[in-house]
């Protein structure tokens, strides 16, 4: 199929270093910020930015927005009722009505109706794996009181030493989630563990570099308790796209602040909210 004049112009502006002119094609570098300019070197790029600078913060602008507001991704499914994982208990009502009287987090919640705002997932670390707290009590009112769900290894009669031991052992091979719980452990002294929280700092970065929203949340409450809001606001957007609500409302909460003091309207708080809320 034969493009049309216009095209061919379109795609030669594109195939072009934006500053010299001079037709590169694929070899041609990007610029990481908009996504659209493309120049033969950095020298070139250098030179292009008092030209470039406003329209390519404002094309960066409207990239951040539409990752930030797009629908997050699906939850992380339970490995053994392979339902979504809900982020708090009073969450899973919200499961379909068909399934919502017959799935074990249904059962666990009408019988803690008092833990509504409890995590409703259980990290062990003997396997690695995150299962909802609805598994774990159908598992325990079955008498398995001292076993993991899901490897049914022992994970009660541990000494604290072993306990972090084995969390180690999950963090040397690159476990996002035993680098989150060995974080929190040293920002509160558990475990025997001196509270240390730039070690649980260090520990919650690389587990948020390996994908873990949990992280970038912590690290969001972190900075905003210490009266950092820009590092704050990062994380907690990083977390937000990620799908963690609690972070997408902390975020809502940050902008409906700032603006309204500003004597502004805050679109983007009510839309971080409205998400948070659905999701």
């Known amino acids: 199929m034969n493009s049309s004049p216009r095209q061919n112009l379109l795609m030669d502006e594109i195939l072009c270093c934006a500053d010299c002119g001079v037709a590169g094609g694929v070899s041609l570098k990007v610029c990481k910020a908009c996504m659209l300019a493309r120049y033969c070197d950095p020298t070139c790029q250098r030179s292009h930015w008092p030209k470039h600078k406003r329209e390519c913060k404002q094309r960066a602008a409207e990239l951040h927005d539409e990752a930030?507001?797009?629908?997050?991704?699906p939850k992380e499914d339970c490995p053994i009722c392979f339902l979504p994982m809900p982020t708090k208990l009073i969450s899973c009502m919200t499961l379909p009505p068909a399934t919502i009287s017959s799935v074990p987090i249904y059962d666990y919640e009408v019988t803690n109706e008092d833990l509504a705002s409890k995590a409703a997932k259980v990290y062990y670390s003997c396997c690695g794996k995150s299962i909802c707290r609805g598994c774990v009590y159908s598992f325990m009112q079955s008498g398995n009181i001292e076993k993991c769900p899901f490897c049914k290894a022992d994970h009660v009669n541990k000494t604290d030493e072993e306990r972090v031991d084995e969390l180690m052992k999950r963090v040397e091979v690159t476990d996002a989630g035993s680098m989150m719980v060995l974080g929190s452990y040293h920002s509160h002294g558990q475990l025997g563990l001196q509270q240390d929280r730039e070690k649980a700092m260090e520990l919650w970065k690389q587990a948020a570099e390996l994908g873990s929203s949990l992280a970038q949340y912590h690290l969001g409450i972190y900075y905003d308790a210490g009266g950092d809001l820009t590092k704050a606001k990062f994380h907690y957007e990083a977390a937000a796209m990620a799908g963690d609500e609690a972070a997408r409302y902390n975020l809502g909460c940050m902008e409906y602040y700032v603006l309204f003091?500003?004597?502004?309207?805050?679109?983007?708080?009510?839309?971080?909210?409205?998400?948070?809320?659905?999701?």
Not at 68 to 73: I, S, V
């Open 68 to 73: 930030l507001f797009k629908d997050p991704p």
């Open 261 to 279: 003091r500003k004597r502004g309207t805050s679109c983007e708080a009510l839309d971080n909210c409205c998400i948070s809320w659905a999701s």
